[in-house]
């Protein structure tokens, strides 16, 4: 008998033969289809989305709310539990300690400080840096959190996210300002997301610290979203500079995001 039209969905190309366990495969892209939703659903939208049927898809979602993965909200919608929490926060570590040799590159190849960010909720987190050589260099501490619209880094990440999304970030986080050079405005920023779509890198001109200068480039298809940069004083990070350093960024950023795609399941 040919299979239904509900089973040429995605659910069904999860049950061609990978040489995982397909209940596992399914409960991740149920975690993930969760994650991309905003971190709630109901086990309809999970099931339109997924092409899964409604009994498969509780029965998983009973597993993952047992295991604390996943919690029942009081409205019988599903969220992401805080056992993920942790998950999440050794990730991020180990991302970062996968990024460092290529960090180190970006350093001995600009001679400034090297960073990797992730966009965490609303917030940005450095998750690695490698310093530069200089006496006078730039130091982000590992695990500092900052506000997206002041950094170069928050610019880079936000680019590609839809307007009505970054006002949504925005209205919440509110833009305080860190130095006189911070955008403040809803407009401003999404004018420097426009030009940062335009050129392929963001910059950070004194935005987050008077003297301070950052460039960064997006981690293309990175399992979650990333950013590198490079930081340094504005008077080594100049125009003339940035001609020369961002291609780096670029290059170094192609590479990374290469090797954390070779880094899934071995053959």
Known sequence: MPPSSASTTDAAKSSAPSGG??????????????????????????????????????????????????????????????????LGESASRLLGTWARPYLARLVEETGETANMALLDGDEIVYVAQVPSKHSMR????????????????????????????????????????????????????????????????????????????????????????????ISGPAGRVTDAATEKIVPVLQQVAAELSEALASSGPAQ
Do not use: W
Not at 51 to 66: W, Y
């Open 138 to 229: 730039m130091f982000t501490e590992v695990g500092r959190r900052v506000l997206p619209h002041s950094t170069g880094v928050g610019k880079a990440l936000l680019a590609h996210t839809p307007d009505a999304e970054v006002r949504a970030l925005l209205s919440r986080t509110g833009m305080p300002a860190a130095t006189d050079k911070t955008i403040t405005t809803p407009e401003g920023f999404l004018a420097a997301l426009e030009e940062v779509r335009r050129t392929g890198y963001a910059v950070d001109d004194n935005e987050q610290e008077i003297g301070v200068r950052c460039l960064a480039v997006s981690v293309p298809d990175s399992p979650t979203a990333a950013a590198i940069s």
């Open 21 to 86: 366990v397909q209940s596992l495969e399914r409960a991740f892209d149920l975690l993930e289809r969760m994650a991309d939703a905003g971190g709630e659903v109901g086990l309809s939208e999970l099931s339109a989305s997924s092409g899964l049927p409604l009994p498969t898809i509780h029965r998983l979602m009973r597993t993952l709310v047992v295991c604390g993965y996943v919690r029942q909200q009081t409205n019988r919608r599903y969220a992401l539990g805080p056992r993920l929490i942790r």
